[in-house]
Structure formats: structure tokens, C-alpha cells
């Protein structure tokens, strides 16, 4: 269990291929965080190159203090010298082994004593939820249990650090669900720093005390799940994790005690932002603002400190628990989800109220 | 010279050095275990594959007078060129190259089919016996079908002349055409080879959309399936008129790997479809009687032939009950001193030669699938493969004036297995790269963060899961390395003679029947190699 510590990482595949751009961020000791961003914004690589398995083109890393990999200082630590246990995508399970062999490879390795390697196999299995299941042909498991195998095989060597690669993503919908918080929770009770890699936002929010949204290898954003949904640093951000309204606007006046006031032509209307990038705006500039769709409520007379708008329904996708639904507010088609409970249909006049703090500026 | 051959070592490892530094950095240290085996794996290539062909085509420009080589001249080029003699050798082996790979590939291709595709009787058991040619040498198809069809002392000739009261021999093995006829007899398993993998992967659906379209099946097999397999096809037709062309053909690998090998099509749908086979009719009876016919020119008669004349001691062009003896086998097995030695030569090319070639193949293999900087990989590629456009007979004498004033010349069996290793490379290489490719790197990348180091991984992760292709790479070794006769015919000294050049000689100087009990020799050593490299790999399923 150790501190994990990412300083200027840069990776370049080729000439010109930038898979990594710079990026440090710190995983704190018994953290479970999480790097999250379309497939192709560099998290794999960022995972190897902690792993050893990359050599980065600059950077450092160090993990528990100990400098693992400085390109500066030409050191990177090959992976078994690490002590770092890594669940990959394909879950790499060894086909010519059994699954106890399986777990006990890294034991092996380390030259544990015989009669400990059983014990501790068989308590990772157990951990697992694979009792008995130790004789098995690894490979004649269904996915979810080569899943687990993979991750007993990681945990049994009591690793330093647990790297995830987009571990349930080969499994299927159901089995996804209950494997994040499964995982989740044994990971959080066993208190091992975990970076895990995903390209799925439900995953990221469900399972991590920090989330890091990349794009293009890049760190856009860096905060635990409650503020990365609620405060998008970005548009890119705002749209990737969840269902974002994202309107362009012109301040009206620079940043007061209650917020920014936001001139909207699309919207005809004038919003004021209390939450966001609201430092250093001046009177006139461009800004983008954001607002989730359950945060527009409907109200006939909402209260006085909130935005109004009027508008008409579009179209209304009854879900049950919510309609999902598109209002239109002069030029603007705003996504709103309304509480299942209410009346709607297309073409109905509605008015709308959203509080300021739900309006987020974003940063670009 | 010697200034040439060092600058070249020097060149080849100072890229190999600079092409493997690039991964791993300076103090993370390049002279770990995984740096040295793979640095020391590249410069064996580079000694061996590299700098023999060097050598040889830098002293094709030279003339060697008394005085010592005199500097760079085409006359050797030219002089070769206007010779008549030359020119028509030439262009007789052009003739017999085109032969060899056009039969050949027709045979090859009808046979895979059938096999692959169509309901043709007794499949099973034919299979087996239509590829034992593959196992075999085609110097020793040449001595049965000498004792076959030469013209007056041939079996076959004598048998027809007495059934029939023909005039003349019918058969002459001497003439063009019995020249391609035992070529390509011996290379239509290599054909097969190559086509069958290809026939047996494609989803029928491609093949019955064209029936239900209204195609008839030859049709179907012409226009469809065939097409489909154009690249195995081709390939495998451009390497058997290469092989028996004997010619410096890096320009027909080229041909090769730029035309062919881009063409991929993807004929892979599904998984775990049953194969339809396609009805023949009554043609299946054809098909299997082209088969057994096959089987009988490849297989039962040189063998048989072989093995009669073995059992008189004297041939005079027909077995004869009488003459019944086993002073030949006596002979070859206990007292033949030369054959005797050839046999022990033969067996250690094989099993340690053969081990070595294994051993540097894997190397190679990891570092052309799994390295970090893809210039090397694609580079180290190319030039493995370099040896299969090289000829026996070049890469002996490339050997020969490369090592012979050095003193590894000293120890011609070590020689020898080097110009082997070389020779075969490619071939070993491409069966264990193509089972590593279908393994995923995670499988490796695992077991290095487990806590595994280099060459702990490789021997529980990789060796295991590489162990078909290890044994089947290992098995066509040791068949090439049992058969070989270019090379050694060049390198071997008295002490250091193999199999396939002690037949030759053996050939030249004693009668018949020893000779077809010697040969017989090497087919069973050939066949129980076969049998137990599959035993121990595992390997169901033969292919190139
Ligand atoms: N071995 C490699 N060689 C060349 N390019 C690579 C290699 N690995 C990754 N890349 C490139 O680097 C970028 C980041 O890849 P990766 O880290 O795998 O993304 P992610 O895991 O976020 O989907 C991609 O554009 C990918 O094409
Ligand atoms: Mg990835």
C-alpha cells in the first residue's frame, strides 16, 4: 500500500504519435481513483507506464517514495521489481495453468514458502468468491469468474498498488452492474491504492473516491465523483459524464457576490451562474455555460432568486421514474428530465425554473 | 576481407545495441538478461544470416588472382552471362522451376480441396499417407524412380516391356518432363500444406451463397473457393519455384511479401461453424482415384522399389525370391564404417541443430512481435527471411569463404549446424511467429508485473503456450536438417558427413541395393522423427 506520484508524464509512440501529454496527478495512500475518458485519450498507456511495462519519454513516477521511473535520471524499474498487481482487459488469465496455479504464480515468484502459497491462494479465492474453485481449468470459467481470478491473482501477493484496465468491460450489462460495486467494496475494505482505467462514466462515479477525466492525453479535470458531475470544468467534460445542456452566452456584468449574470441570445434570456470557472469574468466576454437536465424544474411559481424560462414541449419520452424530454425555448432545444408524476405532452406551454448554482460556467 | 567482416559485425551490433536501448533506458540497466539474449539473438542473426550472403556477393565482384583479390569488377557477372553452357543450364532450370511449381500447384490445390471441401471417400486414411512425401527427400524419390523408370533398368520400364511387348522402355526419368514429374511429386504436399489451412477456416456461407445463386460446384470451386485462397495459393507457388529454382531470389520474396502477402482476405466469419462439404457425385470417385494414384507414384511405389532392391544383393532391374538376402541391411547398419558416422552426424544436426535453431527462432520471434521499437522489428523481420531466397548451394559456399580461414573451420560439424540454422530459419521462424501472434502480450505482461523476470516468464508463460508451435517448428527442422544436401554437399568434410550427402556418395559408388537400404534408413529415421516431435508437442494438425 503506497502513495502513487505521476510528474510530467509525457509518452510518444513514433515521431509524432503523443499518447501522453503531460499529465501529473497524485493518488493518495488506500485511494481508489479513476481515469476516465473516451478509448484512445492515453489512460492505458498512462496505467503501463506505471506498471513498467512503457518506458515513458519524460517524466517521473514514484510509488510509496521510491523513484520507480525518471526518464531524467534514465531509471524505469522493470515491472517485477515493482510489486504491483494489474488486472487486464482480456483478464490474461494463463491458459496451460489451473486457477490456483493462477493465483499462486506470483507467490511463486516471490519464493513463498510452500505451505503459505495454499493459504494465501485459498484466501483470494475465497476473497473472490472462487472457493474450491481452485482445480478448475482457468480458461473452461465463464467471464465473470475468469474476472475474478484474475483479480484474486492480483490481490494474492498483497501488491503495493492495484492497476485496473477496464476490468468489466468484457462482461456483459447485469454482470457489470453488480461486479463495479462488488469490486469496488472489496478493494475499499482491503485498503489497497487503486488506479483503475475506464472508459464508462457510470463505472467512474459508482466506484471511485477521485475521478481524472482525460482527452487527447490530457488531464481535463480532476475531483471526487460529487463535483466532476456538478462542476464540469469543460464542455468536453460536462458532455462526456452525463447529459449535458451546453449554451454559448456573453456576461452581462463581471463576477458579483451572487454569481454572473449571463446573457443567452438562443435561450432569449438572461441566466445567472453561480457556480463554475466564475473567478476574473469580465462584462462582455464569451462564456459557455452548462446545466444538467434534472436540475430544470417545472414550476408555475418557483422561488424568487431563481432563473425563469417559458417554453414549449417537443417531444416527451416517458422512462417511468422521469420523462425525458426536449423543450423548446426560442431557439434552444433543452434537454430536461421532469419527475414521472407529472401531466405532459407535446406542444403544452411550460415554465421553468433553475437555480444559479446549477448553472455552471465552463472553462473554455 | 577482414576489415569488411569486422566493420559489418561492428555495423550489425551497433544497430542491434541502438534499436534495443531505445525501450529500456540507460540505468534501468542494458545488460540485463532480457537486453543480452535478445541482443545476442540479433547479432547471431547478423553473424549468420547477414554476413556469409556479404561476403559471398562482395567476392562475386572480385577476382582472386595469386597476388590476392583484385579489387571491384563485373566480370564475373559478364562471363557468366555469355557462357552458352551456362545460359542453357539456366534456362533449363527456368523450365523446370515453372514445371515443378505449375504441376505441383495444380496437384496441391485439387488434392487440399478435396480434402478440405468435398465429400471424397476414405478422407481419413489418405490423408496421413498423401503427406508423407512432406517428410521424406526428394533425392530419395529420385534414386526409387531411377530404379523405376531408367530407361533400360527400370522397374516399370521392364514390367511394361514383359506385360505388353512393347518395343522401348516407355518411361524415361532422365527426359525434362521426369525431371518435373519427381519434383513435383515431392512438392505437391507442400502445396496441399499451404492451401489447406486456408480452405479449412472458410465459412461455407461464401461457398453456398454462390450454389444458391445458381453456380454448379466446379464452378462454385473455381469462380469461389479457389479465388479465396489465392494468397496461400500464390505464396506457396512463388516459394516452390523459388526453392527449385535455386536462385538468389530476394526479388521473388520481395514478389513475395509485397503482392501476395497485402492481399489478406478475410475469410474468417464465425466461430465454431460445421463445416459443409460440398457433394461431388460420382466425380468423388474420381477425386479419390487422383489421390490414390498420387499416393501410389509418391509413396507406395518409390518406397516399395526401395525396398526390393534392398532386399537383393545384386539388381538386375526386377526382384528376384532367389537372390532374397539381408546383406544390405547388414551392411549399411553394422559395418558401413561412412554410413554408420553419417547416420550419428545426421541424427546430432538434427535433434541439437535443430534444438539451437528452436532456441534462436523463439528469441527472434519475441523480438519481432513483442519488441518496443517497430524500425528493429520490421527489420529483424525482413532479414530472417532473407535465407529462404538464398540457395543451399550460395549459402554453402557464402559459408565456405566466410569461415574458412577462420578457426571455426576447425570444427566442420559446428560449421555445418550453423549454415543449417541459418538455411532454416525462416522456416522455424514462421511457424512459432505465427502461433506467438495469436497470443495476447497481456499474457506475458501479467506474469513480468506478478513479479516474474524475463526469462522465468518465458519459461512459464511463454514456452508453454508457444509448445505446438515450438515442436512443430522443431519437427520441420529436424526433417530439413535430416534431408539436407546443397549446403552439405559444400561444407562437409569426410569426418562431418551427413545423411543426405553420404547417400549421394554412396549413390556414385555402390549398387543399388545398398544405396535403397541406406535411403530406406533415412525415411524411417524421417517418419519416427515425425511421429514422436507430434507425440510430444501435441501437434494434431500439420501446416506451413
Ligand atoms: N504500442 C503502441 N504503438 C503505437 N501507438 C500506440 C500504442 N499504444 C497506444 N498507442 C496510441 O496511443 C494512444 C493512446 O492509447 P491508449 O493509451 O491505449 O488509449 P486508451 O486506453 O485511453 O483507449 C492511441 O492513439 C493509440 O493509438
Ligand atoms: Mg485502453
Known sequence: MAEVVIENLVKRFGQDALAVDNISFTVREGEFVTLLGPSGCGKTTTLRCIAGLETPNEGDILIGGELFTSSAKGICLPPEKRHLGMVFQSYAIWPHMSVAENVAYGLQAQRTPRAEITERVKKALDLVGLEGLGDRNATKLSGGQQQRVSLARALAYNPRVLLFDEPLSNLDAKLRERMRLELANLVKELKITSVYVTHDQAEAMVMSDRIIVMKDGRIQQEGNPHATYNEPANSFVADFIGVANIMEGKAAEGDSASGVWVEIPDLGARLLCSSGAREGVQAGADVLITVRPEYILLAENGAADQNRLEGEVREAVYLGETWDCLIQVKDYSLRVHVRGDAELRPGQSVSMAISPAKCVLLKD | ?544
Open chain 2, 1 to 544: 576481407m577482414s576489415t569488411d567482416l569486422n566493420e559489418a559485425q561492428l555495423k550489425a551490433g551497433a544497430a542491434a545495441a541502438e534499436g534495443m536501448a531505445a525501450p529500456v533506458s540507460p540505468l534501468g540497466g542494458i545488460f540485463n538478461v532480457e537486453n543480452v539474449s535478445k541482443i545476442g539473438s540479433l547479432i547471431l542473426l547478423a553473424l549468420l544470416a547477414i554476413l556469409p550472403i556479404t561476403v559471398y556477393l562482395f567476392s562475386s565482384f572480385q577476382i582472386h588472382t595469386e597476388a590476392g583479390a583484385v579489387g571491384f569488377t563485373l566480370s564475373n557477372y559478364v562471363r557468366t552471362f555469355t557462357q552458352p553452357k551456362i545460359l542453357s543450364a539456366i534456362w533449363n532450370t527456368l523450365i523446370i522451376a515453372f514445371g515443378t511449381a505449375f504441376f505441383s500447384s495444380i496437384v496441391g490445390v485439387a488434392l487440399a480441396w478435396f480434402h478440405a471441401r468435398t465429400d471424397m471417400p476414405l478422407r481419413g486414411i489418405m490423408e496421413p499417407l498423401t503427406l508423407i512425401p512432406f517428410f521424406l527427400s526428394s533425392f530419395l524419390g529420385a534414386i526409387a524412380w531411377w530404379a523405376l523408370a531408367a530407361p533400360r533398368t527400370g522397374m516399370l520400364n521392364r514390367w511394361m516391356i514383359d506385360l505388353f511387348g512393347l518395343s522401348g522402355p516407355p518411361f524415361n526419368i532422365y527426359s525434362m518432363t521426369g525431371i518435373v514429374m519427381v519434383l513435383a511429386l515431392f512438392y505437391i504436399p507442400y502445396m496441399y500444406l499451404f492451401t489447406i489451412g486456408s480452405l479449412n477456416r472458410m465459412d461455407p456461407a461464401l461457398e453456398e451463397s454462390a450454389r444458391v445463386c445458381g453456380t454448379g460446384v466446379l464452378r462454385t470451386a473455381l469462380r469461389v473457393t479457389i479465388p479465396l485462397s489465392t494468397p496461400a495459393i500464390l505464396s506457396g507457388a512463388i516459394i516452390i519455384f523459388v526453392v527449385s529454382l535455386m536462385l538468389i531470389a530476394v526479388v521473388g520474396l520481395y514478389v513475395q511479401r509485397k503482392i501476395v502477402a497485402p492481399r489478406s482476405y478475410v475469410t474468417v466469419t464465425g466461430k465454431g461453424f460445421r463445416p459443409h462439404r460440398v457433394s461431388l457425385g460420382n466425380w468423388k470417385y474420381a477425386a479419390m482415384a487422383l489421390n490414390l494414384l498420387y499416393i501410389l507414384m509418391a509413396v507406395i511405389l518409390p518406397l516399395g522399389a526401395l525396398f526390393l532392391a534392398s532386399l537383393n544383393r545384386a539388381w538386375l532391374g526386377g526382384f528376384r525370391w532367389s537372390q532374397l538376402s539381408f546383406y544390405n541391411w547388414d551392411f549399411i547398419l553394422f559395418s558401413y564404417d561412412y554410413a554408420i558416422d553419417a547416420m550419428k552426424n545426421s541424427l546430432s544436426l538434427g535433434f541439437i541443430g535443430g534444438f539451437m535453431t528452436v532456441v534462436l527462432c523463439t528469441f527472434l520471434s519475441m523480438v519481432i512481435l513483442r519488441g518496443k521499437n517497430r524500425k528493429l522489428s520490421s527489420v529483424v523481420d525482413y532479414v530472417s527471411t532473407l535465407p529462404i531466397g538464398v540457395p543451399g548451394l550460395v549459402m554453402g559456399m557464402a559459408f565456405l569463404i566466410t569461415w574458412i580461414n577462420t578457426p571455426l573451420y576447425s570444427f566442420p560439424l559446428f560449421l555445418l549446424m550453423l549454415a543449417y540454422m541459418t538455411r532454416y530459419l525462416p522456416y522455424g521462424l514462421r511457424t512459432i511467429t505465427s502461433v506467438l501472434q495469436s497470443l495476447s502480450p497481456e499474457l506475458e505482461e501479467s506474469s513480468r508485473v506478478c513479479g516474474a523476470t524475463f526469462l522465468g516468464t518465458i519459461r512459464k508463460v511463454t514456452v508453454p503456450l508457444l509448445r505446438p508451435g515450438i515442436f512443430a517448428a522443431y519437427l520441420m527442422l529436424f526433417i530439413m536438417f535430416i534431408r539436407e544436401l546443397p549446403v552439405s554437399a559444400l561444407l562437409a568434410t569426410e569426418d562431418s558427413t551427413p545423411m543426405a550427402v553420404a547417400l549421394y556418395v554412396i549413390s556414385e559408388n555402390e549398387a543399388l541395393g545398398v544405396v535403397s537400404a541406406f535411403a530406406l534408413v533415412q525415411a524411417v529415421l524421417l517418419l519416427i522423427g515425425t511421429v514422436i516431435f507430434r507425440r510430444l508437442g501435441n501437434i494434431e494438425k500439420l501446416s506451413v
